[in-house]
């Protein structure tokens, strides 16, 4: 499923169809790579907040495919996530608790840096890039 | 944490068992968007009722948002919630996310962080 298109010393790809099932997949392809860097203290958080975030793509961007992208940058993991589709800013609001939105705030709360390049309908494609550091105070 | 060898993508991630005797549910696996239907069904036929409610989360290895809803949703049709031993990643959301502070939801067993 992980077709490494970069230097894969440096980045591992893996693509999977935007399905609730997939959600798993993305998780075993990122645990591999945790599996094989030093990550292993960080990785219920980075588990929880990739998964967060491969949702949203399959819930919310429309599209067909969802691309993840597991990279190392000195004693930081980064991943990034990437959908085809248009990103729908959602706000957990107390009348609709159960509805959702809690996504974003779950990435926050467990990584370092969340950041969110939203697709437009002129211009598709969302990335959420999720950063954890050893060490850190993020969760 | 691992996912045992060979195991297809087909495979259900989660294994739901209900003991009606002890009105628990029990959950082995990852509670995720893909699951979270099967244990509200589970879940269902215990709620209506004025006894206590158990979801075993000791062989639960993982819980995202989609379950956390579950939970919740759950919750409001039950008279008591008991969400007993969650560990690691599970015991971390539920910490995180404050859950009893819905009335009805006890959580037993948490382990020390």
Redesign the interface.
Known sequence: MSDREIDSMVASDCRVRAHPSSVRLVRQFVREQIKSSSFSDEEADILLAVSEAANNAVLHSGTDEVHVTWRLQGTCAEVLIRDRGVFRHRIPMPIRDEQGGRGLPLMMAVMDEVDVSPGSPDQPGTTIRLRKCKNSNGS | ???PEGTQ??EA?LRVTTDPSTRTVVLEG?L???STDRFVQALRPLLDHPEPVTVDLAGLE?M???G??AV??SARKAATLVLLRPR??VG??LR??DLERLENVRIEGLEDE
């Open positions: 944490m691992s996912v993508p087909e991630a990852e995720d968007l893909a993982f995202d948002s989609s956390l809803r919740i949703q690691g990643q971390q959301l995180l996310c």
